[in-house]
């Protein structure tokens, strides 16, 4: 019996988790979304969906699921919750203290300081993390003077 009820409440959870991609797959491209959450589409130079997690202190990372928008002095990060975009992170490039790419395998997470607060972040693409995206965005920031910072260990999953 509690086989079938953890294996339920997996089930449960999985989906939750897919519909919510799904969700922030089409926020992307959402004009008003991102209006309302205060950055004109026009300002925006990269949309793209990503999966974050920003960590403050040791404690473990919570990955979400988020957009990813980029314009020519900021990036921001939004969750989408009950239908709107929430900022989780926002950050203009001379708040930025560094920038590097973790390899593991085929695959890089892009890791951004400011302060003490550490950001993993893997852009995605067709459905899955986009390592030619988590370049661009990282010769992007080195190009707008963020200087390289020695990667960390592969935050996360």
């Not at 370049?135 to 920031?141: A, I």
């Not at 707008?144 to 935050?155: L, S, T, Y």
Request: charged residues 20%.
């Amino acid at each position: 019996m509690r086989i079938a009820l953890l294996c339920l409440a997996l089930v449960a959870s999985n989906l939750a988790a897919a519909s919510n991609y799904r969700e922030v797959t089409k926020a992307v491209g959402n004009d008003q979304l991102l209006q309302s959450a205060g950055v004109a589409p026009t300002d925006a130079r990269l949309r793209a969906q990503c999966s974050a997690a920003v960590m403050d202190s040791d404690d473990p990372p919570e990955f979400f699921n988020c957009v990813y928008v980029q314009t020519d002095k900021s990036l921001n990060l939004f969750s989408l919750e009950d239908g709107y975009l929430m900022s989780e992170l926002q950050l203009t490039l001379p708040t930025i203290d560094g920038v590097a790419l973790q390899h593991s395998g085929r695959w890089t997470q892009l890791q951004i300081w400011s302060g003490q607060r550490v950001t993993a972040l893997y852009i995605h693409g067709n459905g899955w993390i986009d390592p030619k995206q988590n370049d661009v965005v990282y010769q992007w920031l080195r190009e707008h003077g963020v200087r390289e910072h020695e990667p960390v260990a592969w935050i996360g999953p």
